[in-house]
């Protein structure tokens, strides 16, 4: 026979022992629920370790409590050309069977002990392993032609794949509570639920596994869980299984069974149960600080906007795997532009011109800024300037200087050859008119809620070129191909790894129209294009957009379809104690589509009240909601 080199052994590993109940005919299905990566690999039930010789991990526990079986796989890892040599010697005779099968196992060496495990393996009926009340091996000759009792090229790859992992004789408890740890794969065989003849023959020992074992045995799963193991567990599909792990994932397999004497009872169905890590997010403790790219981000006055929960959002989105992101509900698009620092595919989508525009600025935009010659050309007087700024809101928002120069800037604006460049000179048009208003909001005329600041006495020029100073400051390039959209949620096609949802809060305590404290500058970025004007109003503002979210049923329903359109996404919500659908809405709507749901509580402060401040009760204080589903 040809032997192998060890290079090409090494990814040849398979298993070496016929073994009832082995997971071969499986594989496809477990290896499809292996995690990307994980620290070390457990089997405390390892039989004829088909799954472990399928991923060949580098780091393995390995456990049994067949002593026979863990001195065979210990011998075969350490002395596999003397265990080769030995079982090479015996032949396929009943009587040699017999003699081997009687013989006291302690008084052979390791090597002899661990030749006849084989040896009885490949000739005994179907690959049986049965003791007796005194432990003995009883299971009959196989009567088989010509048995393949040696393979050295089989074993020499199971051997490589053996060496250098741990491999004891303790019972499943002792090992899981001896090695398992955050990160860890443990898969678990145990002997099946007794609902057929099947599991008469699965006996690997004189001892049963009865029901109060498999309560138990589930209340590890549900340890493992906790302390951030994946853990994969196969059993029948019983009835008991389904109650123990409701809590996780359950699917049914259609199975073969190979021992049965009856054909007609060869055909089974079992259970794969996946318990992922559960995670942990430690971050009532002082998160980990932002990237100073982060500090960038022109500050503004926006509503609910979200600067000061980016720590704790960064820390959460750590824990996950994710290459692509989707903002949702972009906003001021701070969160948007966090992602990116963490050098995510960013998506970033919002329903108003605004904030779209924004994000095209300083999320989608890589390389593109303003040179001073073009900051310059903003302000330069033509004569085909739309005047739509100064005869529709004369004297209402700004001075009549200052409406004649947001025409012209935006008219300029419009005259860049880049969209990207366009995209800043707005935002910094934007971002300048929200700064030299009173209170920041549109809602009102006039300027009775002057209080003196600053701001309030910058010129409209300074602030726009310090806003696109500043935007410009902003833009950089992560190495990703980022987007920015203006569209409705729910017209998204893309199938991100994590999606981000800081939807309008719905509350009893303020309103959510973005649109009504914002029309004039979302006017601006729109061109107040395809908006239904309230000429009738003293503010002259348009009407909101149509949004689910402005109801208490319809932002409950709006979150269900949400959750359902991005179930294959990690999802990550942003919401407010004060709002609703309540917090424990949002947990039962997320854990319809979602196998875990985890909330983080977090004390915030809103930078301004809501409309109760005349009764000096702002209902500012309170807890903002980050709800995890993975």
């Known amino acids: 026979m ?74 075969l890892a350490n002395s596999v050309d003397e265990l080769i040599s030995e079982v090479a010697q015996y032949p396929n005779d009943k009587e040699f069977f017999y003699a081997m099968r009687s013989k006291d196992v302690a008084s052979l060496s390791s090597i002899e002990q661990a030749a006849r495990t084989i040896y009885l393996n490949k000739t005994c009926f179907n690959g049986l392993y049965r003791v007796n009340k005194a432990d003995g091996f009883n299971v009959p000759f196989g009567y088989y032609k ?7 090229n089989e074993l ?29 794969l443990v898969f678990l065989d145990p002997p099946y639920l007794p609902i057929s003849e099947y599991a008469d023959f699965k006996r690997y020992t004189k001892e049963q596994f009865y029901e109060e074992d498999h309560r138990e045995l589930a209340e590890e799963v549900q340890r493992l869980h906790e302390i951030g193991c994946t853990v994969i567990l196969t059993n029948s599909n019983h009835p008991l299984v389904h109650d123990l792990y409701s809590n996780f994932n359950i699917e049914i397999v259609s199975t073969k069974r190979h021992i049965n004497c009856k054909g007609s009872k060869r055909v089974g169905e079992d259970v794969i149960v996946l318990a992922l890590p559960k995670k942990r997010f430690n971050i009532r403790s002082l998160p980990d600080s932002l990237d100073p790219q982060v500090a960038l981000y022109p500050p503004t006055r926006y509503m609910g906007a979200k600067g000061k929960l980016l720590p704790y959002i960064q820390d959460i989105v750590k824990h996950f795997e994710s290459e692509s992101v989707l903002d949702l509900f972009s ?3 701070v969160v948007s532009y966090l992602f990116k620092t963490l050098g995510k595919r960013v998506v970033s989508n919002d329903y108003m011109a605004m904030n779209a525009t924004m994000a095209v600025a300083m999320v989608e935009n890589n390389k593109q800024t303003l040179s001073s010659v073009e900051i310059e050309s903003l302000f330069k007087p033509s004569k085909d300037i739309d005047t739509f700024v100064q005869d529709t809101f004369p004297g209402l928002y700004f001075t009549d200087e200052e409406n004649r120069l947001i025409d012209i800037v935006r008219a300029n604006a419009k005259k860049l050859p880049n969209p990207h460049k366009r995209a800043i000179a707005m935002s910094g048009l934007i971002r300048a008119c929200i700064k030299k208003r009173p209170r920041g909001i549109f809602t009102y005329t006039g300027h009775r809620y002057d209080d003196g600041r600053s701001d309030l ?60 404290r914002y029309h004039f500058v979302e006017g601006l970025a729109c061109g107040w294009k395809d908006v239904e004007m309230q000429w009738h109003t003293q503010t002259k503002k348009f009407k909101s957009y149509p949004t689910p979210f402005s109801s208490r049923v319809g932002a409950e329903d709006a979150f269900d379809k949400l959750f359902k ?25 997320m854990a319809k589509y979602k196998q875990h749901v985890e909330v983080v509580d977090i004390d915030y402060k809103y930078s301004f009240g809501n409309q109760g401040y005349k ?16």
């Open 615 to 630: 009764k000096n009760d702002n209902h500012n204080e309170v807890k903002e909601y980050l709800f995890v589903g993975y």
């Open 565 to 589: 359109k991005f179930r294959g996404s990690i999802l990550l919500v942003s919401y407010s104690s004060n709002s609703f659908p309540t917090r424990e809405q949002i947990i039962s709507l």
């Open 457 to 516: 006495k910058t010129s409209l020029r300074d602030h726009i070129v310090e806003a696109i100073r500043l935007i410009n400051l902003a833009v950089f390039d992560n190495g990703k191909s980022n987007k920015a959209r203006r569209g409705d949620s729910m017209s998204i096609r893309t199938k991100p790894d994590l999606v981000y949802m800081d939807p309008p809060y719905y509350t009893p305590h303020s309103d959510n129209e973005y649109v009504r």
């Open 331 to 333: 906003g001021s698009g």
């Open 156 to 184: 020499r790859a199971a051997s490589i794949a053996l060496q250098g992992k741990i491999f004891v004789n303790e019972d499943y408890k002792t090992v899981l509570y001896k090695y398992a740890e955050e990160g860890d």
């Open 2 to 75: 040809k032997v192998l080199s060890e290079e090409r052994l090494i990814n040849k590993s398979k298993p070496v022992l016929k073994w009832a109940g082995g997971k071969t005919q499986l594989l496809p299905e477990l290896t499809s629920r292996i995690p990307n990566s994980f620290n070390k690999y457990i089997e405390p039930f390892f039989g004829g370790g088909a799954l472990f010789f399928s991923l060949n991990p580098e780091r393995a526990v390995l456990a049994d409590l067949n002593l026979e079986l863990v001195n065979f796989y210990n011998v």
């Open 146 to 152: 010509n048995p393949v009792i040696c393979r050295p």
